[in-house]
């Protein structure tokens, strides 16, 4: 069954600090996974796209990195700001007929000052 | 703005009631996707429509009936819900070209409560 587990639940930091997010999947086949970012009250805006071929993407102060061996990867948010503060949602597309979508259950970040 | 909106952003309502949710997408995408968000509980993707044809149901209850006159417009009708369907209804559209990079662009929900 394609899951899609992401940790912690939630989370809060002071501001200025930096934090990592996880994201473990058994989608199979794979095609890409992409972090998005959703602010209360707001729909998700993606951040990043990962694909097979690639380790590491960055996106302002964020970082996205992908092991497709051990099927995980990571959001690592550098120098923390308010408007961090939202829900980060790990969404995993399989490779095959219909290309269908696993998402996460998402993060939970909170910025503090 | 992602370019897509939807109406209402909150609904209160009865469990005897009938209501619509509205959703229109201004990027020229050709998909269209409605999806339950449920509080600590991944997206669940309710509807596919793709050119206008429904291509997906994920074993939605009858009380959801969606409709899609055309590629830009969605709509959620809802009628005889349950407390439990409360819960925020996002509306989503993309460019399906085959390519499995499409990005899916979410309006910014609308927020449902049933009474």
């Known amino acids: 069954k394609n899951q899609v587990e992401q940790s912690p639940q939630s989370l809060i930091i002071l501001e200025g600090k930096n934090c990592t997010l996880q994201?473990?999947?058994?989608?199979?086949?794979?095609?890409?996974l992409r972090w998005y970012k959703q602010d209360t009250g707001r729909g998700p805006v993606s951040l990043t796209i990962m694909t097979f071929s690639e380790n590491t993407k960055s996106n302002g102060r964020y970082t996205a990195t992908l092991d497709a061996d051990t099927k995980q990867s990571s959001l690592h948010i550098t120098a923390s700001q308010l408007s961090d503060s939202a829900s980060y949602i790990c969404?995993?597309?399989?490779?095959?007929?219909?290309?269908?979508?696993?998402f996460g259950g998402g993060t939970r970040l909170m910025v503090k000052p | 703005e992602t370019g897509v909106t939807q109406t209402p952003r909150h609904l209160v309502m009865g469990m005897t009631n009938k209501k619509s949710l509205k959703c229109e997408q201004h990027l020229g995408h050709n998909a269209m996707y409605w999806y339950k968000q449920s509080a600590k509980k991944p997206l669940e993707l309710m509807f596919v429509?793709?050119?206008?044809?429904?291509?997906e149901n994920n074993s939605v209850p009858s009380r959801f009936s969606p409709e899609c006159p055309n590629s830009s417009h969605l709509f959620l009708h809802l009628h005889t819900l349950q407390p439990e369907d409360s819960a925020l209804y996002l509306c989503?559209?993309?460019?399906?070209?085959?390519?499995?990079?499409?990005?899916?662009?979410f309006g910014p929900g609308t927020r449902l409560t049933v009474l």
């Open positions: 989503a559209s993309s460019q399906e070209t085959g390519n499995s990079y499409n990005e899916q662009f």
């Open positions: 429509y793709n050119f206008k044809e429904q291509t």
């Open positions: 969404v995993v597309r399989n490779n095959n007929a219909g290309n269908m979508l696993t």
């Open positions: 994201c473990n999947y058994t989608v199979s086949p794979f095609s890409n």
